[in-house]
Protein backbone atom coordinates (compact mmCIF):
# COMPACT_ATOMS: atom_id res chain seq x y z
CA UNK A 1 0.00 0.00 0.00
CA UNK A 2 3.13 2.22 0.66
CA UNK A 3 4.03 2.06 -3.06
CA UNK A 4 0.84 2.70 -4.43
CA UNK A 5 0.82 6.44 -2.69
CA UNK A 6 4.07 6.92 -3.35
CA UNK A 7 3.19 5.97 -7.27
CA UNK A 8 0.18 8.61 -7.20
CA UNK A 9 2.38 11.31 -5.62
CA UNK A 10 4.86 11.18 -8.45
CA UNK A 11 1.80 11.17 -10.91
CA UNK A 12 0.91 14.37 -9.31
CA UNK A 13 4.14 15.70 -9.48
CA UNK A 14 4.54 15.26 -13.38
CA UNK A 15 1.45 16.26 -13.76
CA UNK A 16 2.06 19.74 -12.47
CA UNK A 17 5.25 19.77 -14.03
CA UNK A 18 3.47 18.72 -17.59
CA UNK A 19 0.83 21.36 -16.96
CA UNK A 20 3.30 24.18 -16.22
CA UNK A 21 5.24 23.21 -19.42
CA UNK A 22 1.98 23.28 -21.50
CA UNK A 23 1.34 26.59 -19.97
CA UNK A 24 4.67 28.06 -21.30
CA UNK A 25 3.92 26.92 -24.38
CA UNK A 26 0.66 28.71 -24.98
CA UNK A 27 0.73 32.11 -27.01
CA UNK A 28 -1.14 34.73 -25.04
CA UNK A 29 -2.82 37.58 -27.67
CA UNK A 30 -1.55 41.03 -26.86
CA UNK A 31 -4.46 43.43 -25.55
CA UNK A 32 -5.15 44.50 -29.36
CA UNK A 33 -5.51 41.08 -30.19
CA UNK A 34 -8.56 40.50 -27.86
CA UNK A 35 -9.76 43.30 -28.18
CA UNK A 36 -10.40 43.36 -31.80
CA UNK A 37 -11.99 39.17 -31.21
CA UNK A 38 -13.76 40.04 -28.73
CA UNK A 39 -15.44 43.01 -30.75
CA UNK A 40 -15.58 40.00 -33.81
CA UNK A 41 -17.15 37.87 -31.14
CA UNK A 42 -20.14 40.20 -30.01
CA UNK A 43 -20.40 41.51 -33.52
CA UNK A 44 -21.36 37.99 -34.83
CA UNK A 45 -23.85 37.20 -31.72
CA UNK A 46 -25.52 40.61 -32.75
CA UNK A 47 -26.02 39.58 -36.68
CA UNK A 48 -27.12 36.23 -35.42
CA UNK A 49 -29.37 37.57 -32.85
CA UNK A 50 -31.25 39.66 -35.79
CA UNK A 51 -31.10 36.66 -38.14
CA UNK A 52 -33.31 34.85 -35.60
CA UNK A 53 -35.51 37.76 -34.58
CA UNK A 54 -36.19 38.13 -38.21
CA UNK A 55 -37.24 34.87 -38.52
CA UNK A 56 -39.30 34.66 -35.60
CA UNK A 57 -41.46 37.71 -36.88
CA UNK A 58 -41.96 36.20 -40.59
CA UNK A 59 -42.59 32.74 -38.53
CA UNK A 60 -45.09 34.72 -36.52
CA UNK A 61 -47.01 36.74 -39.36
CA UNK A 62 -46.85 33.53 -41.37
CA UNK A 63 -48.55 31.62 -38.50
CA UNK A 64 -50.90 34.36 -37.73
CA UNK A 65 -51.95 34.56 -40.97
CA UNK A 66 -52.88 31.06 -41.40
CA UNK A 67 -54.65 31.23 -38.33
CA UNK A 68 -56.66 33.81 -39.33
CA UNK A 69 -57.55 32.73 -42.97
CA UNK A 70 -58.58 29.29 -41.22
CA UNK A 71 -60.64 31.24 -39.09
CA UNK A 72 -62.73 33.11 -42.08
CA UNK A 73 -63.00 29.60 -43.70
CA UNK A 74 -64.01 27.95 -40.90
CA UNK A 75 -66.75 30.87 -40.13
CA UNK A 76 -68.38 30.74 -44.08
CA UNK A 77 -68.35 26.83 -43.66
CA UNK A 78 -70.36 27.52 -40.17
CA UNK A 79 -72.38 30.37 -41.90
CA UNK A 80 -73.09 28.08 -44.83
CA UNK A 81 -74.62 25.14 -42.43
CA UNK A 82 -76.29 27.80 -40.71
CA UNK A 83 -77.78 29.06 -43.71
CA UNK A 84 -78.48 25.40 -44.61
CA UNK A 85 -80.14 24.72 -41.44
CA UNK A 86 -82.23 27.81 -41.38
CA UNK A 87 -83.29 26.94 -44.85
CA UNK A 88 -84.70 23.31 -44.00
CA UNK A 89 -86.66 24.49 -41.04
CA UNK A 90 -88.35 27.47 -42.97
CA UNK A 91 -89.21 24.68 -45.45
CA UNK A 92 -90.24 22.34 -42.73
CA UNK A 93 -92.78 25.67 -41.27
CA UNK A 94 -94.09 26.07 -45.22
CA UNK A 95 -94.77 22.32 -45.35
CA UNK A 96 -96.27 22.58 -41.91
CA UNK A 97 -98.65 25.82 -42.59
CA UNK A 98 -99.33 23.88 -46.04
CA UNK A 99 -101.14 21.16 -44.16
CA UNK A 100 -102.61 23.31 -41.05
CA UNK A 101 -104.20 24.85 -43.97
CA UNK A 102 -105.25 22.12 -46.25
CA UNK A 103 -106.68 20.57 -42.56
CA UNK A 104 -108.87 23.81 -42.82
CA UNK A 105 -109.68 23.32 -46.18
CA UNK A 106 -110.73 19.88 -45.52
CA UNK A 107 -112.89 20.19 -42.59
CA UNK A 108 -114.47 23.48 -44.00
CA UNK A 109 -115.80 21.20 -46.74
CA UNK A 110 -116.72 18.27 -44.67
CA UNK A 111 -119.06 20.82 -42.97
Not at 32 to 46: D, P, S
Not at 63 to 76: A, G, L
Amino acid sequence: MAKDTKKTKKEKKGFFKDFRAELKKVVWPTPKQLVNNTAIVIGMILITAAIVFCLDVIFDNGYQFIVDKSETVIQKIEGTNNSTENAVEEANAITEDEKTSENATTEGTDE
